[in-house]
């Protein structure tokens, strides 16, 4: 990984709070797309709790 993949690996759009809760996401596609979602949505922390306590990631699969 080159120093400017590190630097940038964290947004800046998201708190401690969001990377907190997204750590604790053991499964990366999930965790990324939680990522992305939250980003792209505007999500609070809560929200993004709520997501990941409702399964969203799995529903989505489910879909597929």
Same mark, same amino acid.
């Given at each position: 990984?080159?120093?400017a993949e590190?630097?940038n690996a964290?947004? +800046?759009?998201l #708190?401690?709070?969001?990377?907190r &809760?997204?750590?604790?996401?053991?499964?990366?596609?999930?965790?990324? =797309?939680y990522?992305?979602e939250?980003?792209? +949505?505007?999500? #609070?922390?809560?929200q993004?709790? &709520?997501?990941i306590?409702?399964f969203?990631?799995?529903?989505?699969? =489910?879909?597929?």
């Amino acid at each position: 990984m080159k120093h400017a993949e590190k630097v940038n690996a964290l947004r +800046s759009e998201l #708190s401690w709070t969001h990377y907190r &809760r997204l750590m604790r996401v053991n499964d990366e596609a999930a965790r990324a =797309l939680y990522l992305e979602e939250t980003v792209k +949505s505007g999500w #609070s922390s809560r929200q993004l709790d &709520r997501q990941i306590n409702s399964f969203y990631y799995q529903h989505l699969e =489910l879909k597929k």
